[in-house]
């Protein structure tokens, strides 16, 4: 293939990938019922469920102006060749193999987050504070950003530093060599995520006794499995939405619960919630994910080692020979629709994985605390209650709502 039929694969891979996504989204903007679902209508009044619905409409309508600036800007640089350019433009200011792409992709990074900064402004202090969700000070915003731009320095760079050098010194063993290291960060990362990462923005503190810890521990104990790790979350400081979830392996096992859920949820509730998320633990669905990320990681480093090469590719970005940066970005276009496909099956697994952690709650909890929670949960968050199929087959991680609740039926 000649770099400039190349180009335009680049080209059509991100144009075709917009229009489904837009296709998608307009099915499920007709989907759209205006009646209340009557299995809510004990959670739900006919004016919340409203303001639901407008909230998922304003979401859209930010969605598709971002996606549709991202997509033409995207197509422009492609078309005119941009990449390369780029990459000549940061080899006068340094060519070394492992400072050059780092400035490379710095300077990406930056331009996409400054691309990106007016719609990050609108939607956490305009719609979000519209709709009664945002609690994000100004100062918040910028200081989350500062240290989101430190972690992905000392992070991302030093990964990305350190696969370059594997690259130039042990080139005939670079994608076993990258795949080891990054299955390596990324399960230490799942490890202390929890106990590392998240008290870098947010405050956890334990759960203090009380009714709800000796509760959750009872559980926990009847299911045999052993927790010390509780925390809470002042996810409050940012928004009234409410969430919980589990991390971490062995020791680091952890589960958190935000504050806002906490206030809005009975003991029993709380319980069945946590129960779910024990219910991925003791069903297994941490460790099948981690070994599909880790065989995920390995077949990537295979077919990116078979592409790192090739001057064409670099070519159809507008470069003469192949450089490691510009291939890695062809390499993310051109694996995208697979990336696309895998994301589907990966979603699918996952909604089983959630219907499998509910009936696990149901049965060693009970099933109707947990209908109710789901209820609540839905209503506080402005849930869709009714998405098209397609959308949920394509981008959905849960079942919604009501398919859960019917399920879960059969246990109550």
């Known amino acids: 293939m000649t770099a400039s ?19 998608l989204q307009g099915l499920n903007d007709r989907h759209r019922s205006t009646t209340l679902p009557d299995r809510l209508r004990d959670i739900y009044d006919e004016t ?3 303001r639901s619905q ?8 930010i969605g598709l102006l971002s996606s549709s600036l991202s997509t033409a800007i995207l197509i422009t640089l492609l ?55 945002n609690k994000t000070t100004p100062k918040t915003f910028v200081v989350d950003k500062l240290k989101g731009y430190l972690l992905g320095a000392l992070i991302g760079g030093g990964l990305l530093a350190l696969i370059l050098w594997i690259y130039q010194a042990v080139p005939d063993y670079f994608w076993v060599l990258g795949w080891i290291i990054v299955a390596g960060f990324s399960l230490f990362f799942a490890v202390f995520y929890t106990s590392w990462i998240v ?4 405050k956890l503190t334990p759960l203090p006794d009380g009714d709800l810890r000796t509760a959750i521990e009872a559980f926990a104990d009847k299911v045999d499995f052993p927790l010390t790790n509780i925390y809470v979350m002042d996810s409050s400081k940012r928004s009234t939405k409410s969430n919980a979830y589990f991390s971490g392996m062995g020791k680091r096992k952890a589960i958190v619960l935000f504050d806002t859920l906490i206030e809005k949820h009975s003991r029993d509730e709380l319980v069945a919630v946590l129960a779910h998320e024990i219910g991925h633990y003791k069903r297994k669905h941490i460790q099948q994910s981690i070994v ?38 062809a390499f993310g276009l051109l694996f995208s629709p697979v990336s696309t496909v895998i994301g589907i099956a990966m979603n699918a697994l996952s909604r ?13 909890f009970a099933a109707n605390p947990l209908q109710t929670a789901l209820k609540q949960l839905s209503r506080d968050n402005l849930s869709n209650l009714e998405p098209h199929p397609a959308y949920v087959f394509v981008h959905y991680s849960h079942p919604p709502v009501l398919d859960r609740l019917r399920v879960l039926d059969q246990y109550a």
Do not use: C
Not at 199 to 202: A, E, I, K, R, S
Not at 303 to 317: K, N, S
Not at 352 to 364: G, V
């Open 79 to 133: 078309a005119t060749e941009a990449f390369g350019a780029l990459y000549a433009w940061t080899g006068q200011w340094t060519t070394h193999f492992i400072g050059q792409p780092l400035l490379f992709f710095a300077v990406l990074a930056i331009a996409s987050d400054i691309l990106g900064m007016p719609f990050s402004i609108y939607n956490t202090f305009v719609l979000e504070e519209r709709f009664g969700f």
């Open 352 to 364: 089983k994985n959630e219907y499998e952690a509910d009936a696990f709650a149901a049965e060693h």
């Open 48 to 50: 919340e469920y409203a």
């Open 199 to 202: 008290p870098l923005f947010n």
């Open 292 to 329: 599909l990320s880790i065989v995920q990681t390995g077949v990537l480093f295979f077919l990116l080692d078979q592409l790192l090469g090739a001057d064409v590719v670099a070519q159809a970005l507008g470069y003469p020979v192949a450089a490691f940066p510009l291939n890695l970005l």
């Open 54 to 61: 407008a909230y998922d409409k304003a979401k859209n309508r």
């Open 5 to 23: 039929n190349l180009q335009l694969l680049f080209i059509l891979i991100v144009a075709i990938g917009f229009v489904a996504e837009r296709i």
